[in-house]
T-cell receptor, first 109, second 112 residues
C-alpha cells in the first residue's frame, strides 16, 4: 500500500521560518513533489526532489532523505500570502502521483 | 496562453444522470490526469493518460470513464452519478508522465 503522512495543520507568525514534514512508505519511488494550494484554487507546483539533499528556490527549500522516507518543505520569511495548504506527493514509479492529505498553514501577523 | 481549462466551473446534478466534465490543455503535454479532492482525503487519482490514444485506471476509477482521442482533450464521464461522487474534480497535465503537473481550476460537482 501507499502511505504518505503530513501534519494536518500548522501555525506560524509573519517573518518566521516554518518546516513542514512529510514521511512516506510507498511501493516505489521516483521523486517527491511539493505543491501549494490556496483555498478554493488549484494546486501549483513548488519543488521536486529525486536525489537526497536540499533544493533551494528563493524563500522555499525542500529536502529529501530516501533512506528515511522523509522530506520537508522549509518556508523562510513567512508572508501572509503563504497561508495555504501544502501537499506532498510521491511518484511511485508508475508515472502516477500519490498525494498526502496536505498541511494547512496559517500565518498570523 | 490559457494552460488548462475545465468546464463547467460548478454543477448540481441529480443522481442517476450522466455527466461529462471537460478538460482542455494548450501546452501540447503528453500526459493528462483526473483527480478528485475530498476533505480529509486529499487528491486521489481517478484516471490518467500517458499519451493520446491510451488511458489507465488510477486509485478510484469506479463509476468514471475517460477517453483521449487527441493530445488536447481529456473528458471525464460519470455514467450514472451517485451522491458519493460529490467532490471537486481537478484535471492536470504534464509534459511527460512523471513530470511536474499543471492543474486546471477545478469543477465543483454536487450530486443530489
Amino acid at each position: 500500500g501507499q502511505n504518505i503522512d503530513q501534519p494536518t495543520e500548522m501555525t506560524a507568525t509573519e517573518g518566521a521560518i516554518v518546516q513542514i514534514n512529510c514521511t512516506y512508505q510507498t511501493s516505489g519511488f521516483n521523486g517527491l513533489f511539493w505543491y501549494q494550494q490556496h483555498a478554493g484554487e488549484a494546486p501549483t507546483f513548488l519543488s521536486y526532489n529525486v536525489l537526497d539533499g536540499l533544493e533551494e528556490k528563493g524563500r522555499f527549500s525542500s529536502f529529501l532523505s530516501r533512506s528515511k522516507g522523509y522530506s520537508y518543505l522549509l518556508l523562510k520569511e513567512l508572508q501572509m500570502k503563504d497561508s495555504a495548504s501544502y501537499l506532498c506527493a510521491v511518484n511511485t514509479g508508475f508515472q502516477k502521483l500519490v498525494f498526502g492529505t496536505g498541511t494547512r498553514l496559517l500565518v498570523s501577523p | 496562453i490559457a494552460g488548462i481549462t475545465q468546464a463547467p466551473t460548478s454543477q448540481i446534478l441529480a443522481a442517476g444522470r450522466r455527466m461529462t466534465l471537460r478538460c482542455t490543455q494548450d501546452m501540447r503535454h503528453n500526459a493528462m490526469y483526473w483527480y478528485r479532492q475530498d476533505l480529509g482525503l486529499g487528491l486521489r487519482l481517478i484516471h490518467y493518460s500517458n499519451t493520446a490514444g491510451t488511458t489507465g485506471k488510477g486509485e478510484v476509477p469506479d463509476g468514471y470513464s475517460v477517453s483521449r482521442a487527441n493530445t488536447d482533450d481529456f473528458p471525464l464521464t460519470l455514467a450514472s452519478a451517485v451522491p458519493s461522487q460529490t467532490s471537486v474534480y481537478f484535471c492536470a497535465s504534464s509534459g511527460l508522465a512523471g513530470d511536474e503537473q499543471y492543474f486546471g481550476p477545478g469543477t465543483r460537482l454536487t450530486v443530489t
